[in-house]
Nanobody, 122 residues
Framework: QVQLVESGGGLVQAGGSLRLSCAASGRTFSIYAMGWFRQAPGKEREFVAASSRSGIDTAYADSVKGRFTISRDNAKNTVYLQMNSLKPEDTAVYYC???????????????WGQGTQVTVSS
């Protein structure tokens, strides 16, 4: 069992930056691939970024590539999402999730945080 708690969301103007954090507790963090997903009102949850167990391999949705960076610190049991050049369309609840496999599919993730709201004003 893994418990995940996100933080760092908030209100930011377009073009600004935020860094989300996701702290994990429970089983050994380094055995899990980690992902970030987001869900906007009236839309389905969508993949944002993923990190392999070591953090060497990463993947991004096309919509955030070049603007967002996923990273992890296994010593601190934490995964981060650095979000730069934010746009109003990035507004959503952001979730971190843990999976036994490195994947961009939500159905492959077994553990989820409660989410943190990110709002980007124009």
């Amino acid at each position: 069992q893994v418990q995940l708690v996100e933080s760092g969301g908030g209100l930011v103007q377009a073009g600004g930056s935020l860094r989300l954090s996701c702290a994990a507790s429970g089983r050994t963090f380094s055995i899990y691939a980690m992902g970030w997903f987001r869900q906007a009102p009236g839309k389905e949850r969508e993949f944002v970024a993923a990190s392999s167990r070591s953090g060497i391999d990463t993947a991004y949705a096309d919509s955030v590539k070049g603007r967002f960076t996923i990273s992890r610190d296994n010593a601190k049991n934490t995964v981060y999402l650095q979000m730069n050049s934010l746009k109003p369309e990035d507004t959503a609840v952001y979730y971190c999730a843990a999976s036994a496999q490195y994947s961009g599919r939500a159905r492959d993730y077994d553990y989820w945080g409660q989410g943190t709201q990110v709002t980007v004003s124009s």
